[in-house]
């Protein structure tokens, strides 16, 4: 008992820090005022458990935010903060599901307000939709381009590159070719792996901005043909969102007084786009693809290039192992699961995979000769 109440302490500890660096790294001061809040009531939450735990340990005090809380911060610094956001969904979701499932068990009604958390955190990640007035209109699309999926991307595209390397090394020195021959197929899995990611993700993002910007012509000409229907429409959305009908037209009306802003606003609220960024920038997207890809990709070959006398094959299969248990660690940031089953998990499929391939490898290699 008391070690459940000191892991769901620590859940609230980390939660209520979350949410007070959200508060002091977002420029919106409403939107700060809203983290600032959830992190005090988190923090009533801590201190009525630690008022449990102290029950039966006198001494149990507030522990501080724990070293995962702290690298999802330094993270969040660099990935942006709406990883944050991501992560302390996932959190309370959680938190939700333990309350509702202990209630359930004493036979307690479950208050309905249980997933507000998850609730606010949902609308800001993805709209307006469900609170009055204009702050969270501000903060929309703000976290999606960010956060956790450019954290996610990175991990995976790093992983693709060495997963997919090691596996294609492991298959020709399965084969006995020799380094020389590993090393050229390293080199070439290494460009042609890289160059088919950047290949690839140019083109989805590059037919995902001309799709977006297909719909935001069309957009723009219906607001020019019929300006009153389409007010009406966005004030019908502003109503959804909760706003009385007299204060949604007024918004309506207000926006489409000036064009741009109008078909701006438009845009946002009936197809959830960035008029401006319509999806990001493709050539980007494609470098970076291509550098993650590589980054990873080159892990496995390094012992080929630099090792030749120190049997490099169980050097790169040590490195790899040790790149995707990183990897594979880094990611719980973003899913919240345990490092240990994350990280060992990593490690089983790609070492599955590279044995594999090293199977087929020795039976085509026996097959040619």
Partial sequence: ???????????????????????????????????????????????????????????????????RAKIQVRLASVFGWGMIISSLMGTEKVIAKNVITGKNQKGEEVNPGILNHYSILNNISKSSMGMKGGILAKLEGRHQSVGGNALRAAVLGANDGLVTNLSLIMGVAGAATGTKGIIIAGIAGLLAGAFSMALGEWLSVQSSRELNQRQVDIETE?????????????????????????????MAKKVFENKESAIDTLVREELGLDSQELGGSAWEAAFTSFILFAIGAIIPLLPFLFL??????????????????????????????????????????????????????????????
């Fill in 1 to 67: 008992m008391k070690d459940r109440l000191q892991k769901q302490l620590q859940i609230e500890v980390d939660t209520s820090f979350l949410y007070k660096k959200l508060s002091e790294n977002t420029p919106d001061s409403g939107a700060a005022e809203i983290y600032k809040t959830m992190s005090s009531i988190e923090e009533t939450h801590a201190s009525k458990i630690l008022s449990k735990i102290r029950l039966s340990d006198k001494n149990a005090d507030i522990p501080s935010p724990s070293k």
């Fill in 222 to 250: 219906e607001m020019e043909n019929s300006p009153e229907e389409e007010m009406l429409e966005l004030a019908l959305i502003y109503q959804s969102k909760g706003m009385e009908k007299e204060e949604a037209e007024k």
């Fill in 308 to 369: 030749n006398h120190f049997h490099p094959i169980l050097i790169s299969l040590g490195i790899s192992t040790m790149g995707m248990f990183f990897l594979g660690a880094v990611i719980t940031f973003y899913t919240g699961k345990s490092t240990w089953y994350s990280g060992l998990r990593q490690v089983l499929f790609g070492l599955l995979a590279a044995g594999l391939v090293y199977g087929i490898g020795r039976v085509i290699g026996g097959m040619v000769r």
